[in-house]
């Protein structure tokens, strides 16, 4: 039997050794190298003053306004496997980059909280503890109370990997507690690089479809999709379907939806006795709802996620994703939706990685 490199983990081979190395960067180790974790002196007021080194001295970061911070660089072969993140940083304020093999253009590019598929965290930064708080309970992505984000999509890298988190809050000074578990193994040639893309329409123009993804060439697996979206018009707004264009699809796709919640797994509006009922599964969720409070609160807005785990869609030279608005007008007629949607597209590709569209400045992305 081929030696095992301590990738793929799972209930099914978690009894094979290996000869991978588990490492882990965070605040107390930040180099992640074996026997330097918990090496911070404590400072003169804080509170293992009293206890001295190798207590909680440095458990957490600050960001500066307008910094970027590093809060990763490892050399591999390797891969990431799991990464916790939380702190005063759970606005979109704070936006996540991860850089593979020296590449100068980030592959995962989005808002922290939409990377965790929490679109609407909205954290009151004075007070953290609270609300609107929504826990996401599915296998690649956990958020818990509170706002303890999860990442478990396995990320392999053949040279180096670099993750950042910038603060481009003007004035706030963010704390950001974190940990990425990473283990040193042979990474095989066919290993692709993960990627995630942040898109955002506000609003979308009439009769126009939304892009979730587009300009993406190589071959690869399309993993996950996670949105927000925010209701300009009353009744119900989720007629519209998801289009997947693969290896050079022209008008028409090769994979075509039914409804916007049919793709998130739910159906009839996920509607209960003229409810919406949220639920939030390994691979599926519509697991936010926000409501108008009549005051301040005019719209509502909903949070959803679909995890293409055991059906990646697979590609060999490029994908386009979209998807329509769709809501129901007078005489049972469609109405194209004019709404405030977003985006993360998750896949894995071989590089280079494509260039982005430019992420939305700080007002772009600001939740109003």
């Not at 000074?173 to 578990?181: K, L």
């Not at 939806?257 to 996920?270: H, K, L, P």
């Not at 719209?299 to 994703?321: G, L, N, S, T």
Request: with cysteine; aromatic share 14%.
């Amino acid at each position: 039997m081929k030696e095992f490199n301590g990738l793929g983990s799972n209930l099914g081979n978690l009894w094979r050794v290996s000869r991978a190395k588990t490492r882990s960067v965070s605040a107390e180790n930040p180099t992640g190298e074996k026997g330097k974790g918990g090496r911070a002196d404590p400072e003169p007021g804080g509170p293992a003053r009293e206890l001295g080194r190798g207590w909680k001295c440095r458990p957490f970061v600050r960001i500066q306004p307008g910094e970027t911070y590093l809060l990763a660089d490892v050399e591999g072969p390797g891969a990431v496997q799991s990464m916790w993140i939380t702190g005063s940083i759970v606005s979109r304020d704070f936006i996540l980059r991860i850089y593979w093999d020296d590449q100068a253009q980030p592959s995962v590019e989005c808002p922290l909280p939409d990377f965790y598929a929490t679109p609407w965290a909205m954290q009151d930064l004075q007070h953290l503890t609270r609300g609107p708080f929504t826990p996401v309970n599915s296998l690649p992505v956990s958020v818990n109370p509170t706002r303890g984000h999860n990442c478990f999509w396995e990320m392999p890298f053949r040279r180096r990997c670099r993750i950042t988190l910038e603060n481009r809050h003007p004035t706030h000074v963010g704390t950001c507690y974190y940990q990425v578990n990473y283990t040193l193994t042979e990474v095989p040639e066919d290993a692709a690089y993960f990627h995630t893309q942040f898109r955002r329409t506000n609003p979308l123009p009439y009769g126009e479809v939304y892009t979730i993804l587009d300009g993406i060439q190589g071959q690869g697996q399309y993993v996950g999709t996670s949105m927000g979206w925010e209701i300009h018009n009353d009744r119900w707004w989720g007629e519209g379907e998801i289009k997947f264009y693969i290896d050079g699809d022209g008008e028409f796709p090769t994979i075509c939806g039914t409804g916007t919640e049919d793709y998130f797994g739910g159906a009839y509006d996920w509607e209960v006795d003229g409810q919406y009922v949220t639920y939030t599964t390994p691979f599926l969720g519509m697991h936010q709802v926000l409501r108008p409070d009549g005051t301040y609160r005019a719209v509502h807005r909903h949070a959803m996620y679909r995890w293409h785990v055991v059906d990646p869609i697979r590609f060999e030279e490029d994908i386009r994703v979209t998807i329509q608005a769709l809501g129901w007008r007078s005489e049972r007629r469609f109405l194209p939706g004019q709404h405030d949607i977003c985006s993360a597209a998750y896949w894995y590709q071989m590089l280079p990685t494509p260039p982005y569209p430019e992420l939305p400045d700080r007002n772009g992305l600001e939740i109003v």
